[in-house]
């Protein structure tokens, strides 16, 4: 009926990877509203609430003017709660994090603020309207039309930091419970206007994404000028990046042993990126338009055919990793992609000129500095370096031809959405995708029982499929 309804009865329900067939658990369209070119960021989050009546995993998404609280094995049904903010203001981008003070949701607005939440409490309360516990703002003007682009946490449990960035190029951290004075927010207050502790000026366009890092040491932003930084989170200092082949980069993920970062933008591409060897060591093409989000199947790690297997060494003694990276485009393409590395390898064996390792006589790549490439470098960075005797060269690789390019074809790619897809979210057993209009589906990946109640991620919860 929902296809017939919605017109999705041609749209792909099934589609096959070398360990086996991914398969469609359910699907719905949250709001059902219209694409437009200002509202197409649609964002999928995982949150698992411990304890009480809300115990529980849940699916957070945002939709039109409205933020969507749906349960994790009844995605298919009406949200438990629909979340509305101030009258012409939507959520663009959100995340979670558990927190022993249940002020655990942030949600970033297009009027530029970052509101936090309590999950628990919102699904408690009958009621639309959103109940901030704070509000967290920079030094915005209402004329300069700034959007709050990302969010995150800067831990992954009991945070009391977090990042938000703008499409002004601004990247301001905020600490939870105090305001930049040093006093404590009192929460349930509506407490407003909250300022950042910290603010890093990019000088770039627009930032599109961030995301901290699984271990917590490093930030990874990307942006419209192409480049993706890595930054020291607690020194707030530049450690390494790289230039895109073309156009902005729009999104960004880490690897869950946090070696490695995933990108995708405007070239049509996805990067991987190796944080210790400060390079790009191999490109997946495939997409037909931009790529919206990148994701690893945390799932598939160091694996490419069955998960679970540990790394493995090849004939010479080196260590050799597996990853599989999901992206999804706006060309509504879901691509998967298995990542061989090997870990021992140094940066110039890992990319040169022509692919070829210095032993062979080629010339590694030059590092350039940022100011040359991208315009002006984050102030911020630039002065801790120069007071620690640092000229900033030798932290931003920068794009190679096309023709050196170690590109990997994807190991499956295929339509499985109407409209441009917006995002992309493993799980053990699943696997999320959702378009710019509201469209979610949610699908089995190979090996889980769709035969059986299977567990939800980490956790206890059981998760029976659709009969």
């Not at 655990?104 to 309590?118: A, I, P, Q, Y």
């Not at 915005?140 to 009991?158: L, M, N």
């Not at 997946?284 to 919206?292: A, L, P, R, T, Y």
């Not at 960075?381 to 920068?398: F, H, K, M, R, Y």
Request: charged share 25%.
């Amino acid at each position: 009926m929902y296809a017939a309804k919605y017109g999705a009865a041609d749209l792909r329900r099934t589609f096959k990877t070398p360990e086996g067939a991914y398969k469609l658990k359910s699907e719905k369209r949250y709001g059902r509203m219209l694409y437009t070119i200002e509202r197409q960021t649609t964002r999928i989050t995982l949150a698992l609430l411990k304890g009480g009546e809300e115990e529980g995993w849940y699916v957070i998404m945002n939709v039109g003017e409205a933020l969507h609280i749906c349960l994790f094995d009844a995605c298919e049904r009406e949200a438990v709660r629909m979340v509305r903010f101030r009258r012409d203001t939507w959520p663009v981008c959100h995340c979670f994090a558990p927190a022993e003070d249940d002020a655990d949701l942030l949600v970033g607005l297009s009027n530029g603020e970052v509101v936090l939440l309590s999950l628990r409490q919102q699904i408690q309360f009958d009621q639309s309207q959103a109940s901030p516990l704070a509000t967290y703002t920079g030094s915005h003007r209402p004329e300069d039309e700034v959007v709050c682009t990302a969010v995150t946490w800067a831990a992954s449990e009991d945070p009391t930091q977090f990042v938000a960035t703008f499409s002004d190029g601004t990247l301001r951290i905020f600490d939870k419970g105090k305001s930049i004075s040093g006093a404590d927010i009192k929460f349930n207050s509506g407490t407003r206007g909250v300022a950042p502790n910290d603010t890093i000026d990019l000088c770039c366009g627009c930032i599109h994404d961030a995301s901290v890092s699984p271990d917590g040491t490093k930030l990874a932003v990307v942006s419209k000028d192409g480049l993706l930084r890595v930054f020291d989170s607690n020194s707030r200092q530049l450690l390494t990046g790289f230039q895109s082949y073309y156009g902005g980069l729009l999104c960004c993920a880490w690897s869950p042993d946090s070696k490695y970062v995933a990108t995708g933008g405007e070239d049509d591409m996805v990067s991987i990126f190796s944080v210790k060897q400060g390079c790009v060591i191999a490109f997946g093409e495939g997409h037909d338009s931009w790529i919206s989000q990148v994701a690893f199947d945390i799932g598939q790690e160091n694996t490419v055919e069955n998960a679970g297997t540990t790394s493995t060494f090849d004939d010479e003694g080196l260590r050799t990793s597996f990853y599989r990276v999901g992206s999804i485009g706006q060309d509504a393409k879901v691509a998967l992609w298995d990542i061989e590395v090997d870990d021992d390898l140094d940066a110039a064996e890992v990319l040169t000129p022509g692919g070829r390792s210095l032993s062979s006589g080629a010339a590694p790549l030059e590092m350039v500095a940022d100011e040359s490439i991208g315009g002006p470098f984050a102030r911020h960075s630039l002065d801790s370096q120069q007071e620690n005797g640092s000229d900033g060269a030798g932290v931003i690789c920068p794009a190679i031809p096309h023709r050196d390019m170690d590109i990997k074809p994807p190991i499956t790619i295929h339509k499985i959405h109407r409209d441009p897809g917006a995002d992309i979210v493993f799980t053990e057993d699943f696997m999320f995708t959702c378009d710019c209009t509201g469209h979610l589906r949610c699908w089995w990946k190979p090996g889980a029982n769709a035969a059986q109640p299977t567990k939800s991620p980490s956790s206890n919860t059981s998760l029976a499929p659709d009969e």
